[in-house]
């Protein structure tokens, strides 16, 4: 008989490795209590460790200049497409 694999939520797994970081139980009670090997819960902890130099980089998101790049482009975009309308349009009226 085969053990289905359990999925966890990164919620869950936050909460998890923040208890293993404060330190107040060992990762044997931690296993225990969440049902979970100590080793995941160790590595869940080491990645946030890890990680958690990201969450205050200023380049996170897109910045006023992006948004300013964008803009442009679509304008342009609606400029092409209106001179290519027009240019439809009178060659209709031709044909017709």
Not at 38 to 47: D, E, M, T, V
Not at 55 to 63: I, Q, S
Request: charged share 40%.
């Amino acid at each position: 008989m085969t053990k289905k694999r359990r999925n966890f939520s990164s919620k869950f797994k936050a909460k998890v490795a923040l208890d293993a970081i404060r330190e107040r139980h060992t990762l044997a009670e931690l296993a225990q209590k969440y049902e979970l090997h100590p080793n995941q819960i160790a590595n869940w902890k080491k990645q946030l460790l890890e990680d958690c130099s990201s969450l205050f980089d200023k380049k996170r998101g897109p910045t006023r200049g992006d948004d300013k790049e964008k803009e442009a482009r679509l304008f342009q975009q609606i400029g092409q497409l209106q001179f290519e309308l027009d240019w439809l349009k009178k060659k209709y009226e031709e044909l017709s």
